[in-house]
């Protein structure tokens, strides 16, 4: 039997090759070929079936077959009501769970009305400064029947809050709100960098809400890890699944110190990744997280609950994949990134739409983005067979790889004292810097290619119909804000904010006073500016 | 003689923390020989124009991807006019349609870069266009 070295050297050498590196998109080399000599480690400890221990192959035991994963369109701009008739509309679509999308200031902690809000209200997403806000955003929406992902990290307490109060008002018991909120505040000095206060207590806040919702609100995901913001930001591979995989481990930690058993607030803990256009590596990057989740939630934090040690992920294509040329294509790359991410076994997905490099997406775009996912489950028959691709010489090479190479990081960043001290010194920062600019020499010197922009370009003009916002949204929502800020009990508000400062310092669980601030009508920027001056303000050291 | 270097100051003003662009641009500009200075981000319009003042910069390059650039290059612009300094070139890149590229090149704006521009075009650019202050 000719082993693969003989192969290589014997017939390989001397055949054909184009004279290229052969690499994935995050730079890591590949062999020609994978054979049964490249596959290490026993079936059982590093694959097993599908629903065990360690849940590379999935985390469920029948995967699709027993429940398609969960289309979830990422959708908000303008006003609530603008947002409410999306969402309304994507329902009506078949479409399974809402995901919302807010705009930068609430995002960042301002209401409307904010000077720092100026151009920015309801731009990028919807604009929520109250209570009032988020009624009118799940108006006819039963948020007993009906999950919802919010996407919002520094002020994210308020936000939960103000769900919870429409749920009360609409007569839906906490215990039967199910959803999730991104809230991971590591990510975001990491890369997405919306943040209120320093990291320490941005993290307080984290583990105040994961300790609140694993007590009164058990059906919704506290935290979603999240790569997506880390891999947009220039990271590689390697980087997103070890840097995201650290943040867990970090707020694991911290709850654990919180006191709480890690088997009660684990299984609500989610992922969210991104899946990027290298279509081997990113199907090898979702089962090595999985294993490595699962060895490290067992080994370090002793978890027995199976579900402690699932990773469950949403995933999202790559924004950053798509391009400004040629829009078109979009659909293409979205939908070979979808079909990745259903080959490696994703909960749920949002497929970006052709234009969203140009402004947010049309309605029309969107319908091509939902039917993608449609597309891939009812047709292309992916979805009928669990991880198919397991076993493949070359994706469990790749799949063992990226894990190691992952856990390498991970072993520094253990050494720097963990997530929280590696980010203070600025470590993820910089590592993703330094292959972003990596990736733009690469790309500018043809190393690596992207269809349209560094070949095969065309001359064109601004090709396909972008959505606009209309200006005058910002007005009326200012004008809003303002008016509800005159009419409410202004002295029951500034009670309420001042038990929000208290609990800042006596280190009670920050929820139950921002929820009753909420009730009364305390906005988003009123709750954000009391973290503020009670943690003190973050700014960008702007590290090159 | 030796010339003296032009001074960039790479500016993220808005709320969103899309700095990946401004980052590589400010590091290629760096490498392309230009003292640059970046003001990480968040940055108000007041903020930037104060920081070009005491930096002494001849070029601002703004980058914003919020869809704020309507609001906030014409902001930057008033501002230094304000304080005296409108012979500071400002040029710009993010997601910035065509029709309002031109609206802001009527304001002033000199050069606007989408994506899928080079750095070493915009390096050329800079190369060409910026000239040291008076």
Redesign the interface.
């Known amino acids: 039997m000719t082993t693969k070295r003989e192969w290589l050297e014997q017939t390989y050498k001397h055949a054909k090759e184009r004279p290229v590196r052969f690499t994935t998109l995050s730079d890591l080399e590949v062999e020609p070929l994978y054979t049964p000599e490249d596959v290490k480690g026993s079936y059982d400890a590093s694959l097993g079936y599908p629903g065990a221990f360690p849940y590379t192959r999935g985390v469920y035991e029948s995967m699709y077959r027993g429940r398609l994963w969960t289309m979830r369109q990422f959708a908000g701009y303008g006003l609530a009501e603008d947002t409410n008739k999306r969402f309304r509309f994507l329902l009506s679509q078949g479409q399974d769970g809402l995901s919302t999308a807010f705009d930068m200031p609430t995002l960042m902690g301002y209401d409307a009305d904010s000077e720092r809000a100026i151009g920015e209200v309801g731009r990028e997403g919807v604009s929520v400064s109250s209570v009032h806000d988020m009624q009118t955003l799940f108006d006819q929406i039963p948020i007993g029947r009906v999950s919802t992902s919010m996407t919002v990290n520094c002020s994210a307490s308020v936000l939960l809050a103000a769900y919870l109060v429409v749920a009360e008002r609409q007569g839906v018991p906490w215990e039967q709100v199910s959803g999730t909120i991104q809230n991971d505040m590591l990510k975001e000095y990491i890369a997405q960098k919306e943040w209120i206060c320093p990291p320490a207590p941005a993290l307080r806040i984290v583990t105040d809400m994961i300790e609140f919702c694993t007590k009164k609100v058990p059906r919704f995901h506290p935290v979603s890890i999240s790569g997506y913001h880390i891999r947009e930001a220039g990271a590689t591979a390697v980087q997103e699944l070890a840097f995201t995989i650290a943040d867990g481990l970090c707020y694991v930690e911290d709850a654990v110190k919180r006191g709480l058993n890690v088997d009660d607030f684990a299984p609500r803990l989610s992922f969210f990744w991104d899946i990027h256009i290298d279509f081997l590596e990113e199907i090898a990057k979702l089962r090595a997280a999985r294993r490595m989740w699962a060895r490290l939630m067992k080994e370090r934090f002793g978890a027995k609950n199976p579900r402690s040690m699932m990773l469950r992920t949403h995933a999202q294509t790559a924004g950053v994949s798509l391009t400004a040329q040629q829009p078109l294509n979009n659909v293409v790359r979205v939908a070979l990134q979808a079909l990745a991410g259903v080959l490696g076994g994703v909960q749920s997905m949002h497929t970006n739409s052709m234009d969203e490099t140009l402004a947010l997406p049309t309605e029309q775009a969107v319908m091509v983005a939902l039917r993608t996912q449609q597309i891939i489950a009812e047709e292309t028959g992916v979805a009928n067979i669990i991880d198919p691709l397991g076993g493949s010489y070359a994706i469990e090479a790749l799949t063992d790889k990226v894990e190691a190479e992952a856990l390498e990081y991970i072993r520094k960043i253990d050494e720097m004292g963990g997530m929280l001290k590696a980010i203070e010194r600025g470590y993820p920062q910089r590592e993703i810097a330094e292959a972003a600019f990596r990736y733009q020499r690469q790309l500018e010197q043809g190393v690596k290619t992207v269809v349209g922009v560094n070949k095969f370009v065309v001359p064109e003009e601004l090709p396909i119909e972008v959505l606009r916002i209309d200006p005058a949204i910002e007005e009326r929502q200012v004008q809003r804000v303002r008016k509800m800020k005159r009419e409410r009990n202004n002295m029951a508000v500034k009670e309420a904010l001042k038990r929000v400062a208290d609990a800042c310092h006596s280190g009670e669980n920050l929820m139950e006073p921002i929820c009753e601030a909420v009730r009364r009508e305390a906005t988003v920027g009123e709750i954000s500016d009391v973290f503020r001056s009670e943690f003190g303000v973050y700014t960008d050291p702007g590290w090159l | 003689m030796a010339e003296k270097r032009l001074r960039i100051l790479v500016a993220k003003p808005?709320?969103?923390?899309h700095?990946?662009g401004a980052?590589?641009i400010?590091?290629?500009l760096?490498d392309g020989g230009f003292e640059v200075i970046?003001?990480?981000?968040?940055q108000?319009p007041e903020m930037i124009a104060e920081a070009a003042i005491q930096e002494d910069v001849d070029a601002v390059g703004l980058s914003i991807l919020?869809?704020?650039h309507?609001?906030?290059f014409p902001e930057v612009i008033r501002l230094l006019k304000e304080k005296g300094a409108d012979d500071v070139t400002i040029f710009g890149g993010g997601?910035i349609?065509?029709e309002d590229a031109r609206k802001l090149a009527e304001m002033g704006v000199k050069a606007i870069f989408?994506?899928?521009a080079?750095?070493?075009d915009i390096v050329k650019w800079v190369r060409e266009n910026v000239h040291p202050r008076q």
């Not at chain 2, 808005?14 to 923390?17: N, R, T, W």
């Not at chain 2, 970046?38 to 968040?42: C, I, K, P, Q, V």
């Open positions: 808005g709320l969103d923390g700095d990946r980052k590589i400010a590091r290629a760096r970046y003001t990480g981000l968040h108000t919020s869809g704020a309507m609001t906030l997601i349609p065509d989408t994506p899928g080079s750095t070493e």
